[in-house]
């Protein structure tokens, strides 16, 4: 979280029914289409990327209705728990948490089963670091000739990994502010397509608070129909000038870059990467497989006050995750890679050769982008 989004946020509050909120409100939505690459609109809610989660399938989804998922990992199995519990008939392909879903299996499943009435896809898999193609699962959907709609979870690539929206015709791309955006929590969008407008005249699942209708209405204006988290809105902006300012196709290459470099450290200490498809490595983090992960992870934090990404679900223990994704420059990765190092050796796990050394001389051949 860079400084200038701090500093951006500690501003005074003004009031969200003002003349001035207008401009703020007018400005952050263009930005959030800019970055949403989509010329439809985007819902700005005050939440977590739970709630943006549960917002896109009440607003498109009726009880009963059947949707296609992957267990890609930890968050995908959060998602279909939701969808569950909402009502809603989940078509559950398992996963060894590995890979990303299967534009494949998309297809055939869509082929087999006309009655899918969405596929939930978890863009980019904080707890695995893989990055699920979802292009190629558009090309899928279309090439069964189905029309379901696209439900892509972008909390941890937005901003971070390239992603269209309008491009990929997603329906509904579901993101939040703590990640790629630089920000606190608090945030969550939703940027829905057309057809996902349509579904939502529709839709029959219960809502209220997550209807995208008042607040699409309130918007055109540049107010929020309730109180706005106005000093999120700020850092928004404030974060929303930051890769503006870099370009969102060089802020993607410099995230790509730093994976190359963390996995050339992995490799050279002689571990491997949990993501298991070389299409597939997430730009945003990197999972790590190793025996005594938490042992590792607790030495980092008490000695050198690092705090890596735990195993989550059916991962904890057996992973340690590295993120490189938001403000993040050579030499903050590089003193990542010292700090995991460190902790590889003092924990005792015999390391291959210097992973530090690996990635920094990655740093040096890889150019970077201006
Ligand atoms: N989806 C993904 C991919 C996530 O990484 C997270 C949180 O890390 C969530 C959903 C849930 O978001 P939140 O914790 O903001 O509710």
Not at 48 to 57: D, I, V, Y
Not at 105 to 133: C, F, K, Q, W, Y
Not at 297 to 326: N, P, Q, T, W, Y
Request: charged letters at 25%.
């Amino acid at each position: 979280m860079p400084d200038r989004v701090l500093r951006a946020i500690d501003a005074p509050t003004i009031d969200h029914r003002g003349p001035d909120f207008a401009a703020l409100g007018h400005e952050v939505l263009a930005g959030m289409s800019e970055i949403f690459r989509t010329g439809g609109p985007v819902v700005i809610y005050p939440s977590s990327g739970t709630g943006a989660w549960e917002a896109a399938l009440v607003n498109t989804l009726s009880p009963g209705d059947r949707v296609l998922a992957f267990e890609t990992g930890h968050f995908a199995t959060l998602w279909r728990a939701m969808a569950e519990r909402l009502g809603l008939e989940v078509d559950w392909v398992e996963g060894d948490w590995r890979r990303g879903a299967d534009p494949d299996r998309v297809a055939a499943v869509l082929r087999s089963d006309p009655s899918i009435s969405a596929v939930m896809v978890v863009h980019n898999e904080t707890s695995t670091g893989v990055t699920s193609r979802v292009a190629e699962i558009r090309e899928a959907i279309d090439a069964a000739g189905s029309d379901a709609l696209l439900l892509v979870d972008t909390i941890s690539s937005l901003g971070s990994i390239d992603y269209r929206h309008d491009e990929w015709a997603v329906d509904v791309t579901v993101g939040c502010s703590q990640k790629g955006l630089m920000l606190p929590a608090g945030l969550g969008f939703n940027a829905v397509s057309e057809n996902a407008l349509a579904a939502s005249e529709r839709a029959r699942l219960p809502r209220s608070y997550w209807d995208w209708g008042p607040t699409i209405e309130a918007n055109r204006a540049g107010y929020w129909p309730y109180t706005s988290a106005t000093n999120l809105l700020y850092g928004l902006r404030e974060a929303i000038a930051m890769l503006r300012e870099e370009g969102l196709e060089n802020v993607f290459a410099r995230h790509q870059r730093h994976a190359a470099a963390t996995r050339a450290a992995v490799e050279a200490w002689g571990l491997e990467v949990l993501c298991a498809d070389e299409r597939e490595h997430s730009a945003a983090l990197t999972a790590v497989m190793v025996e005594n992960a938490d042992e590792i992870r607790k030495l980092i934090l008490e000695r050198f006050d690092m705090s890596l990404g735990a195993g989550l679900g059916r991962l904890a223990g057996r992973v340690f995750r590295i993120g490189h994704l938001g403000d993040f420059n050579d030499l903050m990765l590089a003193g990542t890679l010292c700090g995991v190092e460190m902790g590889l050796r003092l924990t005792g796990v015999p390391v291959a050769g210097s992973g530090v050394e690996a990635a920094l001389s990655l740093l040096e051949r890889e150019p970077v982008a201006v």
